[in-house]
């Protein structure tokens, strides 16, 4: 969810993260990705990159390493000022959640929509003037693939958030815990394959393709309101 302030905190920022140099924003970037999953709110990630911004370009123009303003340990210094600062109420949690399947779930709808053999025949049928079918199949192999890329999104958006800084680290163990992820990856979609394979086909209900599209519509413009 995103108020007006924080859009234009937002926009304020973008224009500043233009004047960073090259190697400034590479690390400015990696820091941003590691508040972006920061258990704070919006306003308060755009308050601390402004901040941020500045330190980097008051850096910047006198010459100076950032390290000498903020240390060598990215990760240390970003949990250092996440703490400082208030945690995400439990209204902003359910309403950044709510937004967040509002968005993903308006995207794959237009796109399963659009992609659909459904579409495809009415598009033939319109085009030989053919007696048009509107009826759209929900099966259960499309939802359990709405649920996993879903899933799947946001998993990799939070462990590329929460790792963005571990550059800055010994990579001690990595090796082990790479491994172990990979492992987990494989097993579950594995898993996810089999399930998939299981229900292919199998129509929960259907619906006129039209007020499908609408439903669509409804839902992203309530990711947009919030």
């Known amino acids: 969810m995103m108020n007006i302030k924080t859009k234009t905190l937002m926009r304020e920022n973008n224009e500043l993260d233009k004047k960073l ?4 924003n590479l690390i400015m970037t ?20 402004h901040d941020l911004l500045q330190m980097f370009l008051s850096s910047q123009d006198r010459g100076d390493d950032i390290k000498k303003t903020i240390g060598n340990d990215y990760k240390a210094f970003c949990d250092e000022v996440i703490s400082a600062l208030p945690p995400k109420t439990y209204r902003q949690k359910t309403l950044d959640f709510i937004d967040m ?9 237009a796109i399963n929509i659009i992609i659909s053999k459904e579409m495809i025949e009415l598009t033939r049928s319109a085009i030989t003037n053919q007696t048009p079918n509107y009826s759209l ?13 879903i899933t799947a999104s946001v998993l990799i958006v939070h462990f590329i958030g929460r790792h963005s800084l571990d550059a800055q680290k010994p990579k ?19 898993t996810l394959v089999l399930a998939l394979m299981k229900f292919a086909g199998q129509t929960l209900f259907t619906v006129n393709v039209f007020a499908a599209g609408l439903f669509v519509l409804f839902i992203y413009i309530a990711h947009i309101l919030l």
């Open 21 to 24: 140099n090259e190697e400034n």
């Open 172 to 190: 001690n163990k990595s090796k082990l815990k790479n491994t172990l992820i990979i492992a987990s990856v494989c097993a579950g979609s594995i």
């Open 30 to 49: 990696d820091m941003v990705c590691y508040f972006r999953v920061a258990n704070i709110s919006e306003y308060d990630q755009e308050i601390i990159r």
């Open 137 to 149: 199949s929900v099966t259960i192999d499309r939802v359990l693939m709405f649920i996993i890329i």
């Open 101 to 109: 399947i509002f968005l993903c779930f308006s995207v794959l709808g």
